[in-house]
């Protein structure tokens, strides 16, 4: 993981789409919980290499992850509170769904909701396949600022 500081730019919260929420469940659980193991394995990194702030998470979460992306920042912000990721901006970048063909290896893109994707656009078997992407839930990077860092930029804004 990268030891960096990063631009005053906002980061784009969100790559990819946000899943709608099934019914019937309760929407903030799932994400509470997953959201508890992101801060305590971002605290952990923080504290393994002495960081005094955490700027940035980038993670990336499979579509088939069952998330609302919605819930993910205000989650991430209630458990940091009170911790150098309290401040912390959260980006997610979303894989698709896609999926090796069983008969030829060909890997595709398939949407779930649509049964015309189903079909290997190479061979043409139709569902005989294996799930390629989007189960990902990774730590793509934490960036923090570690001590020399910051006196670096608190000398910078006195002198």
């Not at 290997?120 to 139709?126: G, L, Q, S």
């Amino acid at each position: 993981m990268q030891n960096t500081t990063t631009a005053t730019a906002r980061p784009l919260r969100s790559i990819g789409g946000v899943r709608a929420n099934r019914a019937g469940r309760n929407p903030t659980m799932h994400e509470m919980a997953l959201m508890r193991t992101v801060v305590d394995t971002v605290l952990d990194y923080a504290g393994k290499v002495d960081a005094v702030e955490v700027k940035t998470v980038y993670l990336t979460i499979g579509l088939n992850r069952d998330v609302v992306e919605a819930y993910m920042d205000s989650m991430f912000a209630f458990l940091a509170r009170g911790t150098i990721a309290e401040h912390a901006d959260l980006v997610v970048r979303r894989t698709p769904y896609t999926v090796a063909c069983n008969q030829c290896g060909r890997i595709f893109h398939i949407d779930v909701y649509d049964a015309t994707t189903w079909v290997c656009p190479r061979c043409k078997t139709e569902r005989d396949y294996k799930l390629h992407s989007g189960m990902e839930f990774a730590f793509n990077n934490i960036e923090v600022v570690l001590p020399e860092q910051a006196e670096a930029r608190s000398q910078e804004l006195a002198g």
